[in-house]
């Protein structure tokens, strides 16, 4: 018997996006429960991967490979709970993100991403160059617990500011928490700003947003 | 390999070495030692007054012809035998010298101990950069033995190749004794011998004990190194070309004789490059002018077809900007110069070493033979089918892909930009750097060094070499090392 949920981790810990998909539709088609190879297959995998890079032990291009090849596990996973009308498990928290109007940069926020969606999370990444209303927008439409911003440019992180007002002033501040992040932020602009968090670097962000929704 | 630099062109190399062999023919070199003096009489040198011996460029050009083009240097372990002439890129090897250690975290000098050196060469074992290591301490408690006792602690902490240099021949018995022990036999240690280096006398002059140490490493087939220093303007001329047609004439007269005492021995140089600075009154060795001389120093080497060993030696006194200036422009020149092997030293012209400053040393040479290895031009490293792909990824007409997440990054990654995951250099964000300690290099590198010298343990000597080094030290007396 093969040991499907083992078999899907040691493929996301080999970056091999093909063996996942492969072994995720085996598993499927040999009755393993998607929520088991979601939580306990691709789910447990990302975060192994996660804690090696921030610890230094592997390398960005590394991790976000194991991303890629998770996320393309986990579409499988939904395709077959949603068609399959079976018990969808709670996302663990839902986040929208974007990078600011007047910034294009879009590395870091991708990053922050791919491995938020690889972990659980359901993430709406709203794309670059954003006004500070979408990023309110959404975040009601989604019913969101939490907004990431990112800003590379010092001409462009007032909009960080921006977007704090405006969820504000449409009454979603404090019930949802916001994070920013980019290299034109630090700690003290973070206070400024009013935000909740301030994540360094991307994974120091998914870091946050794990431990903010209860996860380690 | 395609980074090269050059300071000489191939018409200016020609023309210096017609000037040492011209040095030799009719300025000729000073020696010492009858029992050479008649030795080179006998095959065609003229001698004239003052033991002045007069070399023809027939018997030179013979010599170099029966000196092997590539030279081995051992260790315990032959998988890390050193092959001069024959690697892909500059060995590097670390040396023992001096008296004294340096407290990089105290920035204070404090005599070397036993322990200093050993864990010097434990380090030096461990990583994978440094190929050997060369050992003179010189330690008073060991006498007239200490090459001997040099041998023994360079073995019992690295199998990597341990070279040696020597002024007392009476040091030469046991370590001959060993070096056949570790071999596994006379035989075997002719097929991989121990290397004794000794120094010739600028200008021009082999004394007494530089031609008994010649006499002694033929006698007992000992791979003899020829080392030869002409600081430029002490006892070499100040210019370039000058000096090196000196020090290249000093180096080819060592050569004659080491062929004549054993032919087909095979030899190398080490070739200290050395300015007189005439403000201080000492030799530099690592000033301006041993910058353009290091990397002349391999054209040169390349030239001949002897190998030769050049050292790097900064004069700093601290772990500051000027060792970096000094060991960036001391190494670089060198090892794109195409010199065979670098021995590198310490401190403050040689007097000291230090652990931390292996670290420095380990990445500089990872970043000095990646330059070597130039630009890898093909399809694949091109690139253009993973442009193409991260290209069309676009969002609300927008390219929004990147290489991040590219298998093609993944492959050549390592290959084109040699990262380390145990990398030493601070790249974080400011924010990070605070909040892991806010630390300098030489403290990260501590620390480096002190989990190394906790898990790397060198392979131990067998329980016969263990034996026979205890009978080594009754028969010729030698204190525990």
Not at chain 1, 161 to 179: F, G, H, M, N, Q
Not at chain 2, 233 to 262: H, R
Not at chain 2, 382 to 395: E, M, T, W, Y
Request: charged share 25%; proline share 5%.
């Amino acid at each position: 018997m093969v040991d499907y949920i083992a078999s899907i981790r040691e493929a996301v810990l080999s970056y091999d996006e093909d063996s996942v998909k492969r072994l995720v539709t085996d598993a499927i088609g040999n009755g393993v429960d998607p929520v088991q190879i979601m939580n306990e297959g691709l789910s447990k995998a990302i975060v192994d991967v996660g804690d090696k890079f921030g610890e230094e032990r592997i390398f960005l291009v590394e991790l976000m490979l194991a991303a890629k090849a998770c996320a393309a596990g986990a579409d499988i996973v939904r395709n077959k709970i949603l068609e399959s009308k079976l018990q969808v498990s709670e996302p663990k928290g839902v986040i929208v993100i974007g990078t600011v109007e007047g910034d294009i940069h879009n590395i870091g926020k991708d990053i922050v991403v791919a491995l938020l969606e690889a972990s659980g999370f359901e993430v709406h990444d709203i794309g670059v160059d954003q006004p500070a209303a979408n990023f309110a927008k959404v975040a009601t439409e989604t019913k969101a617990g939490l907004v990431a911003s990112s800003a590379l440019l010092t001409t462009s992180r007032p909009q960080q500011k921006a977007i704090e007002e405006i969820l504000k002033s449409a009454r979603l501040r404090p019930k949802v928490r916001t994070i920013i992040g980019g290299a034109a932020t630090d700690a003290s602009w973070a206070k400024e700003v009013g935000a909740d968090y301030h994540a360094v670097t991307a994974t120091d962000g998914v870091s946050i947003i794990r431990k903010h929704f209860g996860g380690v | 390999m395609k980074g090269k630099l050059e300071v000489l062109n191939r018409e200016e190399l020609d023309v210096i070495y017609s000037t040492s062999l011209y040095i030799l023919q009719n300025i000729g070199s000073n020696i010492e030692d009858d029992e050479i003096i008649k030795l080179l009489k006998d095959n065609g040198c003229e001698v004239g007054p003052d033991r002045i011996v007069y070399y023809p460029e027939w018997l030179v050009k013979d010599c170099l012809q029966s000196s092997p083009k590539t030279v081995t240097l051992c260790g315990r372990d032959p998988t890390k035998d050193m092959v001069l002439g024959r690697q892909a890129y500059p060995y590097i090897i670390s040396h023992v010298l001096g008296l004294d250690y340096f407290d990089g975290l105290t920035n204070t000098y404090r005599s070397m101990t036993k322990e200093d050196v050993r864990e010097f060469l434990t380090i030096s074992d461990y990583l994978d950069t440094i190929n050997g290591v060369w050992i003179l301490t010189m330690r008073p408690e060991y006498k007239q033995m200490y090459m001997y006792c040099d041998y023994e602690t360079g073995i019992r902490n690295t199998s990597k190749p341990v070279c040696l240099s020597n002024f007392e021949p009476v040091s030469v018995p046991p370590a001959y004794e060993l070096a056949a022990a570790m071999a596994g036999g006379e035989d075997e240690l002719r097929k991989r011998p121990l290397t004794i280096a000794f120094c010739e006398v600028s200008p021009l002059t082999w004394n007494k004990y530089a031609c008994a140490m010649l006499k002694a490493t033929a006698r007992w087939g000992i791979q003899p190194v020829v080392t030869v220093e002409t600081p430029m303007g002490d006892t070499g001329p100040i210019t370039f070309a000058g000096n090196i047609a000196q020090k290249v004439a000093e180096l080819l007269s060592g050569l004659v004789i080491v062929q004549l005492l054993n032919k087909g021995i095979p030899t190398f140089f080490v070739t200290p490059h050395e300015t007189f600075d005439m403000k201080t009154a000492q030799v530099s060795l690592a000033g301006r002018g041993d910058f353009i001389y290091g990397c002349a120093l391999g054209q040169v080497e390349n030239y001949i077809g002897i190998p030769m060993i050049t050292p790097v030696s900064p004069d700093s006194k601290l772990l500051d900007m000027q060792q970096c200036y000094e060991l960036a422009f001391s190494l670089l020149p060198q090892m794109l110069g195409g010199t065979k092997a670098v021995v590198v030293h310490g401190l403050d012209t040689t007097r000291a070493i230090n652990n931390e400053l292996l670290l420095l040393l380990d990445d500089m040479v990872i970043s000095a033979q990646r330059l070597l290895e130039g630009i890898n031009v093909n399809p694949d490293t091109l690139g253009v089918d993973v442009i193409k792909q991260v290209s069309s990824k676009i969002d609300k007409e927008r390219r929004t892909g990147h290489f991040l997440d590219q298998r093609h990054t993944l492959k050549w990654y390592e290959k084109e930009q040699r990262p380390r995951k145990d990398f030493i250099m601070d790249k974080h964000r400011r924010e990070k750097w605070i909040e892991l300690g806010s630390k300098s290099f030489i403290q990260r590198a501590h620390e480096r060094v002190q989990e190394i010298l906790e898990t790397h343990k060198p392979d131990p000597l067998s329980k016969e070499l263990e034996t026979k080094i205890a009978e080594i030290h009754k028969k010729y007396e030698i204190p525990p090392i």
